[in-house]
């Protein structure tokens, strides 16, 4: 019904920046919340920010000041801004959404595929 397809991951240096993309595409009449969690190597998943369809905020303590989450509704899309960049910020990095799929409220829940991000010099 619904597929999210994240971007943007990669290699970059401490103190660096990256830019994850997650768009949504197929039976979308509306799309409520969205978010950005992680999954590092022997750790559990973990939020790292998520965004309501008001624009509403939260994020991850560890996160906060360094990340920025966003969306675009046109595009069906969330954004999240990494800056600062810390090894301890590697991970493979989801994105979720919950979908109205048609007028009759009927929604989705789901994941991606994953992007890695690895912070390394």
């Known amino acids: 019904q619904v597929q999210l397809v994240e971007s943007g991951g990669g290699l970059v240096q401490p103190g660096g920046s990256l830019r994850l993309s997650c768009a949504a595409s197929?039976?979308?009449?509306?799309?409520?919340?969205m978010g950005w969690y992680r999954q590092a190597p022997g750790k559990q998943r973990e939020v790292v920010a998520a965004?309501?369809?008001?624009?509403?905020?939260n994020y991850a303590d560890s996160v906060k000041g360094r990340f920025t989450i966003s969306r675009d509704n046109a595009k069906s899309t969330v954004y999240l801004q990494m800056n600062g960049l810390k090894p301890e910020d590697t991970a493979v990095y989801y994105c979720d959404a919950e979908v109205q799929t048609d007028p009759n409220g009927s929604t989705w829940y789901g994941w991606g595929q994953g992007t890695q991000v690895t912070v390394s010099s």
């Open positions: 197929g039976s979308i009449f509306s799309i409520y919340a």
């Open positions: 965004i309501s369809k008001g624009d509403i905020t």
